[in-house]
């Protein structure tokens, strides 16, 4: 059924995005929930947005654009954390592919809440085997 309601609102978009468009609405729609942190790469100031869900999905039927009707409720802790506070491997993670996912390597979750609260990422605690 998302499917079919995503051909008919992108009917001349490709194959490929209608099918990567549906797989994200499912994700917003199920993998979203209160509690987790949202992180949103600005294009127009190259900076990084991070927040906490406040609220699951929901759908806004009144939007004209097509493509902000399916929404979450954010509450944006932090909204113009530079990229260079970011180390390497946990910014490589932020821009991924896609564009709803849980960032799970290199202890992400701890590192986005630290930088919330900090400003900084502490960057990866992974015990080194010198440390053992």
């Known amino acids: 059924m998302v499917r079919a309601e995503v051909v008919a609102a992108f009917p001349h978009a490709t194959a490929g995005k209608q099918a990567n468009f549906?797989?994200?609405?499912?994700?917003?729609?199920?993998?979203?929930?209160p509690g987790d942190i949202i992180v949103?790469?600005?294009?127009?100031?190259?900076?990084i947005a991070v927040g906490i869900c406040a609220h699951g999905y929901s759908y806004r039927?009144?939007?004209?654009?097509?493509?902000?009707r399916h929404t979450v409720g954010v509450d944006w802790k932090v909204t113009e954390?530079?990229?260079?506070?970011?180390?390497?491997?946990?910014?490589?993670?932020?821009?991924?592919a896609m564009t709803i996912f849980q960032a799970a390597k290199n202890n992400a979750e701890?590192?986005?809440?630290?930088?919330?609260e900090t400003g900084q990422d502490p960057g990866s605690q992974v015990a080194s085997p010198l440390d053992e």
């Open 22 to 33: 549906t797989g994200q609405l499912w994700a917003l729609r199920s993998a979203i929930v």
């Open 110 to 116: 701890a590192r986005l809440r630290a930088l919330i």
């Open 81 to 96: 954390v530079p990229r260079t506070v970011i180390r390497d491997d946990l910014l490589n993670t932020i821009n991924g």
């Open 61 to 68: 039927s009144d939007e004209d654009d097509v493509t902000r």
């Open 40 to 47: 949103m790469p600005m294009k127009t100031t190259k900076k």
